[in-house]
C-alpha cells in the first residue's frame, strides 16, 4: 500500500507560557498518523470518505496541521480541519503557527470547553476526532491549595486523571459522523483510572483498540482508538 512520504514535522514556533509544548503524548500521535494514513486509506477507512477532522485541545496545533500536511502530499484526502481549545490563548498560538506552516486560514478554529461551544451544524459530521487530553490525576498539593493554573489544563484530569476524557465520551458520539465508519482517537496513560475509563467507553456502545504506547520516566503513555461496536 502506497505510504505518504512525510518526513518532517509542522514546525512549532510560537508557544506561550499556558500552551502545552508539544511532548512525547503529541508525537505518539504524529508517528502513528505518519504510518496509518496511505494513499488510499486513513486507518482502515477510504481516505475520499473522510471530510471533517476534529483535533481538540489543539495547543499549539500540531496534530492538525499534520493533517494540513498530509493534505498537500496527497490530492484523495481533502478533509476540513478543526481544531478546538478551551484556551484562547492556546488557538492565538495555533493560529500563529498555522501561519508559520503557510496554511493561513486553512484551520477552523473554535474556541470550547470541550463541545459546549460548538454549532449544531458540526453536529454527527466528524469522521475522525483525536483528543490529547488533560490526563493524569491532580497533584493533591495543588488541590488543596486551590491554586490551578492555565496550564493546568494540559495534564490535569482531575481525582483520577479520567474527569476531561469521561466527559469528552459522554458527548463524542452527537459529533461523529456515523455513516462510513469513524475513528476516535485519545491519549490516556497507566497513571490514569482504567477501569472507569474503560466501563464508560463499554456503556457508550465503544470499542476500544490501543494502537500506540511509550514508556516515558514514570508512566507508559497509551494511544487508544475508539470505534462504534456493532450491535
Ligand atoms: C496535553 S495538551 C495537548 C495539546 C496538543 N494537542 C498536543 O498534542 O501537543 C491538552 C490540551 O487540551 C486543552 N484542554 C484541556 N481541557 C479542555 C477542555 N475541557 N476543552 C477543550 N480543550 C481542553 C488544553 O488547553 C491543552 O491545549
Redesign the pocket.
Known sequence: MPKINLLTDPMIIHGGE??????D??FL?IDYFKKIITENHFDGIDIRKIKNIL?????????ALLFQMVKLKNPKFNPKIYA????EE?LRCARLNEKANKFENKIKFVR???FKSFPDNLKHVFDVI??????LPSFQSVKEKNNTT?ID???DGGEHGND?II??LDEVKNFLNMKNGCHVYF?SSDRTDLRELNEKIENKGFKNNIVGKKHVFFEDIILNRLNLRES
Not at 18 to 23: E, I
Not at 56 to 63: A, K, N, P, S, V
Request: glycine content about 8%.
Open positions: 499556558n500552551v502545552y509544548s508539544p511532548s503524548d503529541s500521535l483535533d481538540l485541545g489543539t495547543g499549539t496545533g500540531i496534530i478546538s481549545d478551551i484556551l492556546a470550547s470547553d470541550l483525536v483528543f490529547n487530553p488533560p490526563y492555565k489544563y494540559s495534564w476531561v466527559k469528552f491519549i
